[in-house]
């Protein structure tokens, strides 16, 4: 069974607080995902990682950074939290198109971390 | 720009009910489609998916998608609704890249609540 999982599954960070949200997945994916999900606008990519040290931008990155030193750690970065970004941020990994199994683009997620700022 | 609508935002069934929920895309490439589910306070999870073939794709728990191409929809149906498929729904549409890349896009999410 995949397991993604995160390091928190409530946060509370004050205003102006640097915050690290961590994700772990044990099956050697090379792509990892950091979304954020909110009431009626559903999940948001932030940023996503194709492999080690790769990095892209989402549709909504302002704000944010992220970190990928390990295969399997992608780490998301709140450089200075806002109240706008009380939310659900979930983390997702799954094998590139390129591996030859069943289900090729199918992601798994993590529980969810759910980050108030105050 | 892509993207994915869901047009029911809330839905309330009784059980046994029949049920679909509306999901369209705007992407004029070739696109893989997908349904996640999320029960309360649980992961997101796989319902169903289609990436080519039979546009008719079942899933887990007696669920089924039809992909209409000309329609650029993707619409979840369920004969008869439980107590237990109380949950939020995402459509997904895999927007592909350039090499092994890719994204997907989710809907707005449905949430469904089933009456016992």
């Known amino acids: 069974d995949v397991k993604v999982t995160q390091s928190s599954r409530y946060l509370v960070k004050r205003t102006g607080e640097k915050v690290f949200l961590e994700c772990v997945q044990d099956?050697?994916?090379?792509?990892m995902f950091w979304y954020r999900q909110d009431p009626g606008l559903g999940l948001r990519l932030i940023y996503f990682?194709?492999?080690?040290?790769?990095?892209e931008k989402g549709d909504i990155p302002e704000g944010y950074s992220v970190s990928r030193e390990k295969k399997e750690r992608f780490s998301l970065i709140l450089e200075s939290a806002s109240t706008n970004q009380t939310s659900m941020y979930l983390c997702?990994?799954?094998?590139?198109?390129?591996?030859?199994?069943?289900?090729?683009?199918?992601?798994?997620f993590g529980p969810g971390t759910r980050l108030t700022v105050t | 720009a892509q993207s994915v609508s869901q047009h029911n935002h809330h839905v309330i069934l009784s059980e046994a009910a029949s049920l679909e929920l509306g999901c369209n895309y705007s992407y004029g490439g070739t696109v893989n489609l997908f349904w996640y589910v999320q029960y309360p306070g649980q992961h997101l999870q796989l319902l169903l998916k289609?990436?080519?073939?039979?546009?008719l794709v079942k899933g887990i728990k007696g669920f089924e998608a039809e992909f209409i191409k000309s329609k650029f929809s993707f619409n979840l149906r369920k004969p008869s609704v439980q107590w237990s498929d109380t949950a939020e729904y995402f459509c997904a549409v895999m927007i592909h890249g350039s090499g092994n890349t890719g994204k997907l896009i989710f809907g707005q999410g449905t949430t469904l609540q089933v009456k016992p």
């Open positions: 289609y990436f080519s073939g039979d546009p």
């Open positions: 099956m050697d994916h090379e792509n």
């Open positions: 990682s194709y492999d080690v040290k790769m990095k």
């Open positions: 997702a990994s799954r094998r590139p198109y390129s591996y030859r199994v069943e289900s090729p683009y199918e992601q798994y």
